[in-house]
């Protein structure tokens, strides 16, 4: 099933640029180091792109972070590449827009370049002052955390964050895209299904 965005679009319009950085695995910060690096902290300019898989690439890695069923997971975004101070913004602006983490089981997670995507949090808009995703990022230093299913598989997963800054209005949607490699142990028996990037979203 492919997903509508619908949007509420800012009324200024300023440039972003942000990227997803780093993982933190619990309470352990993993930095980087299975993070797909995206070449750099522009937007994507097209649902269509194939950049909507794991971002603007080519993006590759070469390392897998560990995690266990049912524990945590905290992806991190920042505007500058390297940049994980609390003192700025995560993505600056009247950058305001959803938030959505997914994930995929892949065979190897450090060549696969497709998947299933199936959604495990989301921060959209619940009309309230300081509630877009965006928003929240900002407020918690560009973290967000969330929880590996306990019934997944074990097995190698791409982990795709992804922000949408809306500013620009309704029938331009500016997503910010970045995959990291993790493999999941002591998992169950579940493989949900999902939706394939590109090709999840349409205009309406």
């Known amino acids: 099933m492919k997903s509508a965005i619908v949007v509420l679009a800012a009324a200024t319009v300023v440039s972003a640029h942000s990227t997803w950085q780093d993982l933190w695995v619990g309470s352990t910060d993993k930095a980087s180091s299975c993070t797909r690096t995206v070449k750099d902290n522009n937007p994507i300019d097209s649902l269509t792109s194939k950049d909507m898989f794991c971002g603007r690439g ?13 524990s945590a997971l905290t992806v991190e975004m920042h505007a500058q590449p390297g940049e994980r101070s609390c003192s700025q913004p995560a993505i600056g602006g009247n950058h305001y827009g959803p938030v959505y983490i997914y994930m995929a089981k892949v065979s190897d997670a450090t060549t696969a370049q497709s998947g299933s995507f199936f959604k495990v949090a989301e921060d959209g808009y619940t009309g309230t002052t300081a509630s877009w995703g965006t928003e929240i990022l900002n407020a ?13 598989a074990s097995g190698d997963y791409l982990v795709r964050a992804e922000a949408i800054a809306l500013h620009a209005g309704a029938q331009n949607p500016q997503p910010y895209v970045s995959c990291f490699q993790v493999k999941v142990t002591g998992g169950g028996s579940a493989n949900p299904s999902g939706v394939s990037f590109p090709g999840a979203y349409k205009l309406r």
Request: glycine share 12%.
């Open 140 to 152: 918690n230093c560009g973290k967000r955390a969330f929880t590996v299913p306990k019934s997944l």
């Open 58 to 70: 080519p993006a590759t890695q070469s390392g897998v972070c560990e995690v266990a069923a049912g």
